[in-house]
T-cell receptor
Framework: EAGVAQSPRYKIIEKRQSVAFWCNPI?????LYWYQQILGQGPKLLIQ????????DSQLPKDRFSAERLKGVDSTLKIQPAKLEDSAVYLC???????????????FGAGSRLTVL | AQSVSQHNHHVILSEAASLELGCNYS??????LFWYVQYPGQHLQLLLK??????LVKGIKGFEAEFIKSKFSFNLRKPSVQWSDTAEYFC??????????FGRGTSLIVHP
C-alpha cells in the first residue's frame, strides 16, 4: 500500500513569510494528524482530524497556524507569519480510526523540514 | 494530560551488547503503549505495541517490551544489538480516545 505522502520535503523561508505543507494519508484512513518535531524533542501534536472534522487542536498556535482537511482526504498545514522558533520537521500521520485495534496505530510520512531564517 | 518520560536521551553500545531503554508514563488507567523507531533518513515506524493481554510484547527485528502496570513502565529491550539498530526510538502512550503522546526520544548508536 502507498504510504503517507508529504510535500515539500524541505523548505527554507525568512521570518514573517508564509509556508504551506501538504499531506495525503493512506487510502481509507479516517484519522489524520499533524505533529511538530523540534530537533532533540519528540513529536508534539498540533491538530487531529477525524474525516474532515477537527478532533483536537488545543496545541495549535492559532494566531499563526491553520490547517484544513477538505473532503476528508488531503490536508494542508499553513504557517503565516513564520517565526524562528517554527523551525522544525512537520510530520503528518494517519490511522484507521475511530475504533478498533488499528485505530491507534499511526503511519507517518517522511516529514517536511522547515528552516526559518 | 498524560506525559511520557524517556530517561535515556543518548545511548552508545557496541554490537552484541544488550539494550534496555526506559519509558515511564503518568496515567494510572487503561493505556495503549507503543514504541516507534526512526532509522537514519527514514520515516517514523511502529516497532511494537501493547493494547491488552500478555504484558510482554514482541516486535520487529528482535525487539520486545514489557508492560509493568505497577511501575507505569514500558521498557524496550533487545538481547543483542546490531549496527543496523542505530536509530532514534520513541515511546508513545494513548489514554482512552486521546491523542498519542510521545516521549522526547532516545538516540541509540551502535558501534560495529
Amino acid at each position: 500500500e502507498a504510504g503517507v505522502a508529504q510535500s515539500p520535503r524541505y523548505k527554507i523561508i525568512e521570518k514573517r513569510q508564509s509556508v504551506a505543507f501538504w499531506c495525503n494519508p493512506i487510502s481509507g484512513h479516517a484519522t489524520l494528524y499533524w505533529y511538530q518535531q523540534i530537533l532533540g524533542q519528540g513529536p508534539k501534536l498540533l491538530i487531529q482530524f477525524q474525516n474532515n472534522g477537527v478532533v483536537d487542536d488545543s496545541q495549535l498556535p492559532k494566531d499563526r497556524f491553520s490547517a484544513e482537511r477538505l473532503k476528508g482526504v488531503d490536508s494542508t498545514l499553513k504557517i503565516q507569519p513564520a517565526k524562528l522558533e517554527d523551525s522544525a520537521v512537520y510530520l503528518c500521520a494517519s490511522s484507521f480510526g475511530p475504533s478498533g485495534r488499528g485505530a491507534n496505530v499511526l503511519t507517518f510520512g517522511a516529514g517536511s523540514r522547515l528552516t526559518v531564517l | 494530560a498524560q506525559s511520557v518520560s524517556q530517561h535515556n536521551h543518548h545511548v552508545i553500545l557496541s554490537e552484541a551488547a544488550s539494550l534496555e531503554l526506559g519509558c515511564n508514563y503518568s496515567y494510572g488507567g487503561t493505556v495503549n503503549l507503543f514504541w516507534y523507531v526512526q532509522y537514519p533518513g527514514q520515516h517514523l515506524q511502529l516497532l511494537l505495541k501493547y493494547f491488552s493481554g500478555d504484558p510482554l510484547v514482541k516486535g520487529i527485528k528482535g525487539f520486545e517490551a514489557e508492560f509493568i502496570k505497577s511501575k507505569f513502565s514500558f521498557n524496550l529491550r533487545k538481547p543483542s544489538v546490531q549496527w543496523s539498530d542505530t536509530a532514534e526510538y520513541f515511546c508513545a502512550v494513548l489514554v482512552g480516545s486521546y491523542i498519542p503522546t510521545f516521549g522526547r526520544g532516545t538516540s541509540l548508536i551502535v558501534h560495529p
